[in-house]
């Protein structure tokens, strides 16, 4: 939903969710703050970070307006 905003308001928007539609990781060390690369034919699409010990990682990418 916030790349949509971003579409429409012509805003530069970072997308975080708790699920990821697609691509390939390894699982962060289980750590605040550990991360790893989502990656999806090749490209690194974003990245899968640890937010609180004990708990499934959040997924952070590039929205609109960023690369």
Known sequence: MP?????I???????????ILFGQYAEPDDSFGA??????????????VRTRV???PSYV???HKFS
């Open 3 to 7: 790349t949509h905003l971003g579409v």
């Open 9 to 19: 308001l012509d805003h530069p928007m970072i997308d975080c969710v708790k699920s």
């Open 35 to 48: 991360n790893i690369s989502l990656v999806h034919k090749g490209d690194v699409i974003g990245t899968d």
């Open 54 to 56: 004990g708990y499934a």
């Open 61 to 63: 990418s590039p929205g």
